[in-house]
């Protein structure tokens, strides 16, 4: 029997970004405290989504750091600062498992510099699984390097290395423990768009009911992976005339200007003020549900459990897309048309609708 298995484990998990990935780790925590449930569970992870997880159920501690940034500037005195401090940080609790879930070079640095018990652990991927990024270092600064099926769901990936470091099995469908905060902001009074720009100064209806929201989420870190603008306009006016407000949901100047194109033709649309991620979250979990391309507010939407539909122009939707009964992915070259998407909209909305 393994040291981890005779006394409550203490667990690092190691997965840096990004905002996707981090989504998919969690799934691994939650499988951690069935089999552990007193485990404590600290999680590496770079500043910008240390917020993410700390909303995620069992996570003890995260711990912040910005390798993206320090090395754009390794050796200013300010760098060499924080990286001081954030290596007193991680090395302050020695951990019986150290697990690298991201298997790069800069991750197992980081699974090397932690502190262990004694018979305490380092585990990683010992190969590269379809999709995935891998580097061999991963493998060689680790304690034990873990095979893995090539053709693997992201998620189960992390969730088969976890069980296979810590000894047990993994069961049934991901949980992924995420919870809102208090930190959403307030949806406007209700007033139809065209009435905004008709006349922007008229006041708002504090009797107007509030109508269900759903969140279009086009942004994405790759071109190859947006819906087309008309395609946008497109739903967005299907779900006003079913009775939805819909949100546009943005994270630069660019994606901004896209939300107010859509916004611009639709008669309710709210498009919401550049947020936090931890702020964007809670608002989030506060919708009716969530159409959107595979990127990481996607993502996101999956661990709140909203009903969501998946756009995929490529026929990846096996690495990271979801299929249960309220959250279905929609695939076809070069994209879905709107009929495609709709009817997988459509087919989840009842329940919505009749909350």
Not at 169 to 191: D, I, K, T, W
Request: glycine share 6%.
């Amino acid at each position: 029997m393994s040291l981890v298995a005779r006394h409550v484990p203490r667990v690092l998990i190691v997965k840096l970004s990004s905002l996707g990935d981090v989504v998919h780790a969690m799934a691994a925590v939650q499988d951690i405290r069935r089999a552990y449930p007193t485990a404590q569970i600290d999680w590496v992870v770079e500043r910008a989504f240390a917020p993410l997880v700390a909303r995620c159920e069992g996570v003890h501690r995260a711990i912040p750091c910005e390798l993206r940034r320090w090395r754009k500037s390794f050796w200013s005195a300010e760098t060499r600062r924080e990286w001081a401090a954030f290596k007193t940080d991680l090395q302050a609790q020695a951990y019986d498992a150290v697990i690298d879930l991201q298997g790069l070079t800069k991750s197992a640095l980081l699974s090397w510099l932690a502190q262990t018990t004694v018979g305490g652990l380092r585990y990683s991927m010992a190969n590269q699984t379809e999709g995935s990024s891998f580097e061999a270092p991963a493998r060689w600064l680790a304690d034990v390097a873990i095979r893995l099926e090539p053709h693997v769901h992201a998620v189960e990936r992390a969730r088969l290395l976890c069980a296979e470091a810590l000894g047990y099995g993994v069961e049934g469908a991901p949980r992924f423990g995420l919870h809102a905060g208090s930190l959403a902001v307030a949806q406007p009074q209700a007033r139809a768009q065209h009435q905004l720009l008709a006349n922007p100064g008229a006041a708002a209806n504090p009797f107007a009911p509030r109508k269900p929201v759903v969140v279009l989420v086009h942004g994405t870190s790759r071109k190859d992976k947006e819906w087309p603008l008309a395609s946008w306009i497109e739903l967005g006016q299907r779900l006003n005339h079913s009775g939805f407000c819909v949100a546009l949901a943005h994270g630069s100047a660019a994606e901004k200007a896209v939300s107010e194109a859509i916004a611009a033709e639709l008669a309710d649309a709210w498009v919401w003020p550049l947020m936090a991620l931890d702020a964007l979250t809670d608002t989030m979990a506060q919708c009716a549900g969530v159409v959107g391309v595979d990127s990481g507010l996607s993502h996101i939407a999956v661990a709140l459990g909203l009903p969501h539909v998946q756009i995929y122009n490529f026929d990846t939707a096996w690495r990271t897309g979801v299929d249960n009964p309220h959250q279905v992915c929609v695939y076809a070259s070069p994209a879905p048309d709107v009929d495609s998407v709709w009817q997988a909209w459509d087919a989840l909305a009842t329940p919505v609708l009749c909350r």
